[in-house]
């Protein structure tokens, strides 16, 4: 009989640890499907909170961004790859919604693009506005939502949380967005050739993302204090916009910002993959500092808003500043918590 209750308390306990494994990758999986539209949506300024909770804006969005980031989180654990693999990716993100879907890579009227239809065109391409928005997606949408849910759900991070038969319907829901918001979104359609490049191109980066080394770069000996990733951090945020809005206004030739554009980005995510061994030796309050200055721009911009009366998005900007706290607490409570243990065992 003893033995009897004991195996049915083990049972339920096997049981009681599978549904809480199960529940908090699903909580994770959710974070990143709503996170990444979040910050490349409403943090971005580009859809405030009126627009984003709307019907489209709570079903497309999350989808095209969600399922985009989940997509490549997956494909990154299942290849074994690292963060060159999730940044090459992220490019690809940044092509397939600007360039295949909503074409505001060719479209010289997009709604936001401003001066940027006509500065910089050339055989039928935006070509600042295009290499901000891949840079800005491969960031903002895809990079640092996937850091900031490992950070919130450590113990879930590095495996996987989709199986083989979702992922593929995950891809086949997500292609059939892409193709939907290409035939509605706006009347203007590119020639099949300035399409057909952005396609491969997209193709070609996911055959680089999966065949790029998980640790690509060796460290150099030294790991960077995090206030150092984190003003690095700031330079890339704000360097992505300003570079791409401000520098056209001086008049300078157009092959200005996009060399200004790429040479800043490169030096930055060298920067934190050489700081970081790759992405082997940095630990969380780094990721959370780098995080936290790229998306303090964002933020400082939300205010600016603010103070031109659009309430909306000082609500946004100050919720998204506490969860970051929440985050940065949740960090520092851990990380002490682990020296304290460690201190406890004694050398």
Known sequence: MVASNGTKHLSYYIVLKSFSRVQRRTKAILALYFLSPVVGEMVSGSSPPSEFFTAFGLIVLPLLYGGGALIIRELSVIWGKGWASILVMGLAYGIIEEGLMVKSFFDPSWVDIGILGEYGRFMGVNWVWTVMLTLFHCVFSIAIPILLVNLAFPDQAGKRWISEKWLKRLGVVFLANVIVGFLLFTKYFPGPLEYLVAAIVVILLFVIAHEIPANPLRSDGGLKRPRRFYFLGLLLGSGILLTGWVVPSTGVHPIMPIVMEVMLAVACLYAAL??????????????????????????????????????????????????????????????????????????
């Open 274 to 347: 050489s700081w970081s061994g790759s992405g082997r030796s940095w630990g969380e309050k780094h990721q959370l500092a780098l995080a936290s200055g790229a998306l303090s721009f964002l933020f400082f911009m939300d205010l600016l808003l603010l103070l031109q009366g659009a309430i909306e998005m000082g609500v946004v900007a100050l919720f998204a500043i506490a969860g970051l706290i929440a985050l940065w607490w949740k960090v520092a409570t851990k990380n002490a918590n682990l020296y304290q243990a460690s201190e406890a065992q004694g050398p």
